[in-house]
């Protein structure tokens, strides 16, 4: 069954970077486009962008352009989400979501979701 | 990027009751919209994709209907498991978009 299983929680400071991972399995990992969204405590959920884990190929929405990277690793069926320059309203629960199947060219919603991964941003 | 507005915001009701959510695109996205169901701690979870396909596994009482600019998701008898907050979602860019969400109460 497909799952995408996320990394731990984390306390950063303030001006520091994270780095989440996403590790998936039960399907082929190179054939589905992957997503990050975020959501703030109480509030609603935030597209950060999308990666082609096949060749790697990124987009980013604007508000985080500059400050994130995602990236993978296709040995270990791994994608990544790294945010730099963190602040306070950096804190939020971050998901990995998969979405499209890449060589199908028709769109497609979010079929599964990582668990979370909390990052509380604090001096 | 494309924007999603839903409303209400918040909607109170009962069980049993029919309910309507709202949610409107800054522009065409033909019938690429997404309902999802979010519970407290949990990912969400799909209900509705290409505006009106029920996701497998979902209760019938879950439609959602629209094309271009306007949808609707309706929960035809609310039940007790139904009170959650709601998000649309637009998958017609490369990059999507949620609306901001709309809170399902308990009257």
């Known amino acids: 069954q497909v799952q995408l299983v996320q990394s731990g929680a984390e306390v950063k400071k303030p001006g520091a970077s994270v780095k989440v991972s996403c590790k998936a399995s039960?399907?082929?990992?190179?054939?589905?486009?992957m997503h990050w969204v975020r959501q703030a405590p109480g509030q609603g959920l935030e597209c950060m962008g999308i990666?082609?884990?096949?060749?790697?190929?990124?987009s980013y929405a604007q508000k985080f352009q500059g400050r994130v990277t995602m990236t993978r690793d296709t040995s270990t069926s791994t994608v990544y989400m790294e945010l730099s320059s963190l602040r306070s309203d950096d804190t939020a629960v971050y998901y990995c979501a998969r979405a499209a199947p890449i060589f199908v060219l028709v769109p497609a919603a979010f079929d599964y979701w990582g668990q979370g991964t909390l990052v509380t941003v604090s001096s | 990027d494309i924007q999603m507005t839903q409303s209400p915001s918040t909607l109170s009701a009962s069980v049993g009751d029919r309910v309507t959510i709202t949610c409107r695109a800054s522009?065409?996205?033909?019938?690429?919209l997404a309902w999802y169901q979010q519970k407290p701690g949990k990912a969400p979870k799909i209900l509705i994709y290409?505006?009106?396909s029920l996701e497998s596994g979902v209760p019938s009482r879950f439609s959602g209907s629209g094309s271009g600019t306007e949808f609707t998701l309706t929960i035809s008898s609310l039940q007790p498991d139904d009170f959650a907050t709601y998000y649309c979602q637009q998958y017609n860019s490369y990059l999507y978009t949620f609306g901001q969400g709309t809170k399902l109460e308990i009257k």
């Open positions: 290409k505006a009106s």
């Open positions: 522009q065409s996205i033909s019938t690429w």
């Open positions: 990666i082609n884990p096949s060749g790697g190929s990124t």
């Open positions: 039960g399907y082929t990992f190179t054939n589905y486009y």
